[in-house]
């Protein structure tokens, strides 16, 4: 069993908040190594397409990011479909096509949620696994599991089994059977709350619901780490594009601010009168800083520049062209997710000392 370990010794970060970070150890969840010897075809499961009348199976649809559902634009042909994981093809497979991977954890942490139901959600059953490093809390998730072997609460070493990979969740068949992976940022405490009021939909899932985890690109960080050994999460995500920002009131301190410090850009100690938060295409958010500017609701002050329509490249929450946009309903309601703008008011400013 061939496992790769990257060990990363995290240092402090500029002005930080928080304190030495620990090592950073990181494994592949599965005996499937192909991504680091080159050969993500034979990593990355692929997907069904048919795209102007021509079907394929591509591996490039189980990668990171916009990979799916193409479109042709000015700009060549793009997916708007945003894939928040990466999808891991099985090395070993029964008589019958069932796969017989063991699936492990990337990371020592605490298994923060189980979904024993194979039908209760897109993912299947899977599992939430809970790292803390000395920058806040980052969660792995696996999915698509055909069993688990773990309980909420319990402690797991790096490398220690969580289950099998299987083909439960919605969309997957025995031929595609893979185990989806994601590892993310968790964007609210009071997920439920915002979930309750703008959705109509049951959430059995708690504040581990995907919709509230938002991802990285865990190959690219795993490629990152071998060129740059010490890098950390945190500056790594310092490396992600900036599509868009958007300005909101200053009511408060932010919750995502308060659990993930080193999100923090300027001095926040000092009053402003908005917040301009920062967020990559996927509205993975990367950054907060003070902003001089006076607005009464969320506004894009930012965007990247682009020939076609800011819905493709932003999972429909902003709409425009060029270096204008505007938030969608899709867009306001995740601003109100990430800064916490919902039923009870944010706690307002405490006076530096």
Not at 108 to 120: L, Q
Request: proline residues 8%.
């Amino acid at each position: 069993m061939l496992r790769t370990t990257l060990l990363v010794f995290a240092t402090f970060l500029p002005c930080s908040l928080v304190a030495a970070a620990e090592p950073l150890n990181l494994l592949l969840p599965t005996d499937n190594d192909a991504i680091l010897k080159g050969h993500p075809e034979e990593f990355y499961m692929f997907t069904y397409r048919t795209f102007e009348g021509k079907s394929s199976k591509p591996w490039q649809a189980g990668t990171y990011g916009f990979v799916r559902d193409m479109k042709r634009v000015p700009e060549g042909v793009i997916g708007i479909r945003f894939h928040e994981g990466v999808d891991i093809r099985p090395v070993k497979r029964d008589s019958s096509g069932r796969p017989r991977d063991e699936v492990r954890t990337i990371a020592t942490g605490v298994v923060a949620y189980v979904n024993p139901s194979a039908s209760a959600s897109n993912y299947g059953k899977y599992v939430v696994v809970e790292h803390n490093w000395g920058y806040g809390p980052v969660f792995s998730l696996y999915a698509h599991l055909a069993t688990i072997d773990v309980a909420k609460g319990q402690r797991v070493l790096a490398g220690g089994k969580l289950g099998r990979m299987g083909y439960t969740g919605a969309g997957i068949n025995r031929e595609r059977a893979h185990l989806h992976l994601e590892l993310d940022l968790l964007l609210s405490l009071r997920f439920e709350e915002w979930h309750d009021e703008v959705m109509d939909t049951a959430n059995p899932h708690g504040i581990h619901n995907g919709l509230n985890l938002s991802g990285m690109d865990y190959p690219t960080l795993l490629v990152s780490l071998q060129q740059n050994p010490d890098l950390t999460i945190p500056a790594y995500l310092k490396t992600v594009p900036v599509y868009y920002k958007v300005a909101i009131p200053r009511r408060g301190p932010l919750e995502i601010v308060q659990r993930y410090p080193w999100m923090a850009i300027g001095d926040h100690s000092r009053p402003s009168p908005s917040w301009e938060l920062s967020f990559s295409a996927s509205g993975l958010p990367v950054g907060v800083a003070p902003s001089q500017r006076g607005v009464p609701k969320p506004l894009v002050t930012f965007v990247r520049t682009t020939q076609s329509r800011h819905e493709y490249y932003t999972l429909n929450r902003l709409s425009g062209t060029g270096r204008r946009a505007t938030l969608t309903s899709s867009g306001q309601r995740y601003i109100r997710l990430v800064t916490g703008d919902f039923a009870a008011p944010a706690p307002p400013d405490q006076p530096s000392e």
